[in-house]
């Protein structure tokens, strides 16, 4: 199984572009890469989703390089409101085997 | 819509007591997804659906069994609890069909299960 790997925490402000990396050494030829967020007390939410190269949505940018052993969340001009747990998702669409990261802690601040 | 819906929100258990978690989703997905979460461990797949009639085993199993009777309910059973199953617990569902632009998971609001 893929094991994944993220920062625990980041720290950015307003304004700022945030760039979240997970690592993925073990990752499957069939295996996609999905960013979830996710605020207190509530399920993740779907952020982004690619299999390599870029891929680019009206909220984030996700970054795949050629090995595809890591990933590169984007989050142009955060807000407060982007302070969440982000969650890196590795696995294939179709089967079980679906690892998340143990997320990653992003705090914006005015 | 409702999406993805988790019956309880909240329990508590005592050890070896059974219980049995009820998700529902409203838009025809043929895979569904229990997940649990605890802190730093992120969330790890217990069991998963492909199509009503069918479960498959996850990350993390042991101690839990699921049905899948009906396309759109995905039944989560404790049958003998334990402290150690103390965590939140998350049922999505998703469709992903060749084609798509993307594959994502829906996620309900989650279970939050004591076990004393």
């Known amino acids: 199984l893929a094991k994944t790997t993220q920062p625990i925490s980041m720290d950015s402000y307003e304004g700022q572009e945030v760039n979240i990396t997970c690592s993925h050494n073990?990752?499957?030829?069939?295996?996609?890469i999905t960013w979830y967020q996710q605020f207190p007390s509530q399920g993740p939410r779907f952020i982004i989703q690619?299999?390599?190269t870029k891929v680019t949505n009206e909220v984030a940018s996700l970054f795949i390089p050629a090995d595809r052993k890591s990933s590169t969340l984007s989050l142009p001009r955060v807000s407060l409101s982007d302070t969440a747990v982000y969650y890196c998702?590795?696995?294939?669409?179709?089967?079980?085997?679906?690892?998340f990261g143990q997320g990653t802690e992003l705090s914006v601040k005015p | 819509n409702a999406g993805v819906t988790q019956t309880p929100k909240f329990r508590v258990l005592k050890t070896g007591q059974s219980m049995t978690l009820l998700c529902a989703q409203d838009m025809n997905h043929e895979y569904m997804y229990w997940y649990r979460q605890d802190p730093g461990m992120g969330l790890r797949l217990i069991h998963y659906s492909v199509g009503e009639g069918t479960t498959a085993k996850g990350e993390v199993p042991d101690g839990y069994n699921v049905s899948r009777l009906k396309k759109q309910n995905f039944l989560l059973g404790l049958e003998s609890a334990a402290p150690s199953q103390t965590s939140v617990y998350f049922c999505?569902?998703?469709?992903?069909?060749?084609?798509?632009?993307?594959?994502?998971?829906?996620f309900g609001p989650g279970t939050r299960l004591t076990v004393t």
């Open positions: 998702l590795v696995g294939d669409p179709w089967g079980g085997k679906l690892i």
């Open positions: 073990n990752i499957a030829t069939n295996d996609y």
């Open positions: 999505a569902s998703s469709y992903p069909k060749a084609g798509q632009s993307s594959y994502e998971q829906y």
């Open positions: 690619g299999y390599k």
